[in-house]
């Protein structure tokens, strides 16, 4: 994902995602590893985490944090430390929507295979079928 919309998550939840944390205990640093068409997926989960962030934090006495997103076999993932059931199924909403949602420019889209398996919109996976593999199709 572009590195200012990443800035615009980690500024707004700064404790949620330790982009300066050792690798061994989260992926942050590498950043997320998912094109930019989710990104208003990410956003409006965050926001509708807050709430169940803040009720868990309080009862189970530990600090929530997003580990890992990315993009793998098409689907978006998203791995936290801790979670309870609200939250867990909060994030398998937003799982099913990038499901739908093309990766790369946000548009409603679905899961193409063929070397790579992406979730794309029509556009985007004829770009993908020409150029399928390639680190510029990646950057997009």
Known sequence: ???????????????????????????????????????????????????????????????????????????????????NDAIRERIGVAKEEAYRTCEVCGQPGQRREGGWIKTLCDEHAGAHGEHQGSPEFEQQ
């Open 1 to 83: 994902m572009d590195k200012a919309l990443e800035q615009k998550l980690i500024e707004r939840w700064p404790n949620w995602f330790n982009t300066e944390g050792d690798v061994r205990d989260t992926a942050m640093p590498r950043g997320f590893e998912h094109g930019d068409g989710w990104f208003d997926i990410l956003w409006r989960l965050c926001v509708d985490l807050e709430p169940l962030v803040a009720e868990f934090e309080q009862a189970a006495g530990c600090q929530f944090e997003i580990l890992q997103v990315k993009e793998k076999f098409g689907e978006l993932r998203i791995h936290v430390n801790h979670a």
